[in-house]
């Protein structure tokens, strides 16, 4: 039978089970949370970022949840600096340009301050001269630092970064450092609805 998981990978956290990068590093993996056998991650997420990781022991379910091929939509909500005009989000939407190619369109907009999120540890670093701001954004494609890169093009910098939705699965109701088994796709390896 499949196993899928649904995890809530905490700041500072490798997205892979060991460290081979460091010899005699305390950098922390996932190994610290989840202790079951066999199963991977669909796809990563950056050590810097927070939020959802997906695990399965299907290799064809990870292909699919993982392939940026098969347009899995992925949501994160995004601490910026500064305060992104309808021009700044526009372009998000439309594509921007980057070093390896212009972004696919996307969903971008402003949301208010997410009441129902955990305190980052380490807090963001806060600069009173100038402001915040949160924003989704949606993608159907996964370059390496693509979300940083595409905020940083538009003139607003990452100060925080929440993988918040994967296809139909989410956070909701799933604190830092937990995880819980998900019922598995159907046969034909889409996501249930």
């Known amino acids: 039978m499949t196993r899928l998981i649904r995890f809530n990978k905490p700041f500072d956290v490798l ?5 081979r990068g460091t010899e005699g590093s305390a950098r922390r993996t996932l ?55 309808e021009a700044a989000l526009k372009t998000l939407a439309e594509g921007v340009d980057l070093k390896d190619g212009r972004t696919r ?4 907009r402003r949301i208010d301050d997410p009441d129902t999120l955990w305190p980052r540890t380490p807090p963001i670093r806060v600069r009173k001269s100038i402001p915040d701001a949160w924003i989704e954004l949606t993608i159907r494609e996964g370059k390496n ?34 995880w819980d088994d998900l019922p598995p796709p159907g046969p034909d390896r889409r996501p249930r609805r």
């Not at 369109?105 to 971008?108: G, L, T």
């Not at 993988?163 to 956070?171: A, E, K, T």
């Open 31 to 85: 190994s610290e949370f989840i202790d079951i056998p066999r199963v991977y991650p669909c796809g990563r997420l950056d050590r810097d970022s927070e939020g959802l990781m997906l695990l399965t022991d299907d290799g064809q379910l990870q292909a699919r949840i993982a392939d940026p091929k098969h347009k899995m939509e992925k949501t994160y909500l995004v601490q910026v600096e500064g305060i992104p005009d």
């Open 145 to 178: 630092r693509q979300v940083r890169r595409m905020t940083a093009a538009v003139g607003h910098p990452t100060l925080r970064l929440i993988r918040w939705r994967i296809g139909d699965w989410s956070l909701d109701g799933l604190a830092p450092g937990q």
């Open 15 to 19: 997205p892979q089970f060991t460290d």
């Open 105 to 108: 369109p996307a969903r971008a």
